[in-house]
């Protein structure tokens, strides 16, 4: 059995700030080690609940943030920017039997601890199919076209109410309560690291590899904060601008799908100014 631990910080015990995830601020050095722990107890549980192989994909900003020293020496990590599938790199092998999604948030214009998807800020919803979507069930399509089913969801409470949606059948752990966009009720780690690694145990069970679920066509629509940041994207193939601050492509498979997200995201990154957005 191999599992393949998708591993975002937002979702992490103890996270609630904007510096306790950004690359270099002072409290980004403490919360990595939080971070850390909530991905060392899954990977743990994996391999208390029979899991020969677990890999870690980092999925967080610069994608450079865990501890490899901190992690059980039995797992591998595959760290840093520039994947083919991003947040889920390495489930197009086919060799993966069950995901973890660890320290998953809400999706951007939701409420929940730094609800985004995939930029900080500047968009402000994302629509799959008609369906408020979040980074979970994006990623969610993405790995039932391999086969692989989701089988834990860790975050905040509100994170784990999304994942009841894309993964019904995955155990979730909330490892805090949300209070607002940056506020919330947290438990201590060792709390956390304790049932993270019992759900991680459990979720094993449910990792069977299943036929490809070929959902498509996928209409992806992605609302901006500013008219500019629309008509940006709209240099990318594909994609039309349909209302001011709106766009929207179709891809027929969610490996197109998310793909074509990112470069989206990657140019509405780049058109936002510091100041004006």
């Not at 971070?35 to 192989?53: C, E, I, P, R, W």
């Not at 979507?133 to 975050?155: F, I």
């Not at 998310?258 to 509405?268: N, Q």
């Amino acid at each position: 059995m191999k599992i393949l631990i998708s591993a975002d910080m937002e979702g992490a015990t103890g996270v609630t700030w904007p510096g306790d995830v950004l690359p270099g601020a002072p409290q980004w050095e403490r919360c990595r080690s939080l971070f850390t722990s909530d991905v060392n107890a899954a990977v743990l549980g994996f391999f208390d609940g029979g899991a020969d192989d677990v890999v870690v994909n980092e999925a967080h900003w610069s994608m450079r943030n865990l501890l490899l020293e901190r992690l059980d020496e039995r797992t591998q990590m595959l760290t840093g920017r520039h994947k083919a599938l991003s947040m889920v790199e390495g489930v197009q092998h086919g060799d993966i039997d069950g995901i973890a999604f660890v320290g998953y948030h809400a999706g951007a214009g939701m409420e929940g601890v730094l609800a985004h998807t995939y930029l900080a800020n500047s968009i402000t919803a994302v629509w799959l199919n008609g369906v408020r979507a979040s980074e979970g069930l994006l990623n969610a399509h993405v790995v039932a076209e391999y086969g692989v089913p989701v089988v834990l969801v860790t975050g905040d409470d509100v994170a784990c109410e999304d994942a009841l949606g894309y993964a019904p059948e995955a155990l979730k752990v909330a490892v805090k309560d949300h209070v607002s966009r940056y506020a919330a009720v947290c438990r201590t780690p060792a709390r956390t690291a304790t049932e993270i690694r019992a759900a991680a145990k459990q979720a094993a069970a449910l990792a069977v590899r299943h036929e490809p679920v070929a959902g498509g066509p996928f209409t992806i629509a992605v609302e901006c904060d500013a008219e500019h940041l629309a008509m940006a994207a709209t240099v990318v193939p594909g994609v039309e601008r349909v209302a001011e601050r709106k766009i929207s492509y179709t891809s027929e498979t969610m490996y197109e799908g998310i793909r074509t997200f990112k470069a989206v995201t990657t140019i509405v990154s780049a058109a936002t100014e510091e100041q004006y957005g």
